[in-house]
């Protein structure tokens, strides 16, 4: 039987790195792509093949799948769209500029590699689109505005295509993870740094007492938080099942969320995420 392939975007470390060594694992060629470099470098020590690929980068996108095909005799089996950042604030204090460049990376990148791939799968009769989205894909909290738009957006981007694709051999998948021990908070950190402007804010004291608590003290897990590998056996049922599901929810609050925002009236379901 031919070895499957899967292409994995943001494999530096969180879902991304453990998804790539569980499906290297389960005997899938698996090449867990990094932004930078130097996290290619070492995933290749690791022993996964690692191209480089930054979705803000059209060049690397091209040159990152013309490696995987060059490998695989111009096949893929899948692709899982991953790698993604947040951009911590209160949107009255997020500059457009902040905005687009968080689209750039969280949607558009998504978009532009999505677009690369489809033809590839249409030639070869199979294939599976799998996009990482979140439980801030459905329902919001304060203080994530840009994540939570670029996730929004990738609900309906994703839904749409699944609706387009209906008509041909590839699926098209949802994964929707909740609190997961991640470096997300970590890496927004430069993100918050460079865009938002707290000291200055509306809401400095809120900031001060709050949110930068939060994303500079070091702290414990929070609450009904899984780990990556809870992600990783969602996408194996997404890549493995013969007839897989529109979306996969990971962690108890996303799936507490999907079902209160179908119940609740607007105003109720916004004084439970002001709590949370």
Not at 30 to 44: G, H, I, N, Q, S
Not at 215 to 241: C, H, Q
Request: aromatic share 8%.
């Amino acid at each position: 039987m031919t070895q499957k392939s899967i292409l994995i975007t943001g494999c530096s470390s969180g879902i991304g790195h453990d998804a790539a060594h569980g499906l290297k694992a389960r005997g899938w060629r698996v090449f867990a792509a990094c932004r930078k470099p130097e996290d290619c470098e070492r995933l290749r020590a690791e022993g996964l093949e690692s191209p480089h690929l930054d979705y803000d980068d059209d060049a690397t996108l091209e040159s990152a799948l013309a490696e995987v095909l060059a490998a695989t005799g111009g096949t893929l089996d899948a692709l899982f769209n991953n790698g993604a950042y947040g951009i911590p604030g209160a949107l009255e204090d997020l500059p457009r500029d902040a905005l687009r460049a968080i689209f750039e990376t969280n949607l558009f990148g998504y978009h532009a590699l999505t677009r690369r791939v489809i033809p590839v799968m249409r030639a070869q009769g199979h294939g599976r689109i799998i996009n990482c989205s979140s439980v801030l894909g459905f329902a919001t909290l304060r203080w994530r505005g840009a994540y939570n738009a670029t996730k929004f957006a990738l609900e309906g981007l994703t839904d749409t295509l699944r609706l387009e694709m209906r008509d041909t051999p590839i699926r098209v998948i949802l994964i929707e993870p909740g609190p997961i021990t991640t470096k997300i908070r970590q890496n927004s950190i430069p993100h918050f740094e460079k865009w938002i402007d707290w000291k200055n804010s509306a809401r400095a004291e809120e900031y001060r007492t709050g949110l930068r608590k939060r994303l500079y003290e070091s702290r414990g897990p929070d609450r009904f938080e899984l780990p990556p590998a809870a992600v990783t056996r969602k996408l194996i049922r997404a890549l493995e099942s013969p007839s897989p599901k529109a979306r996969y929810l990971v962690t108890t609050p996303t799936y507490v969320m999907w079902y209160l925002r179908r119940i609740l009236p607007t105003r109720a379901l916004d004084w439970i995420l002001a709590k949370s």
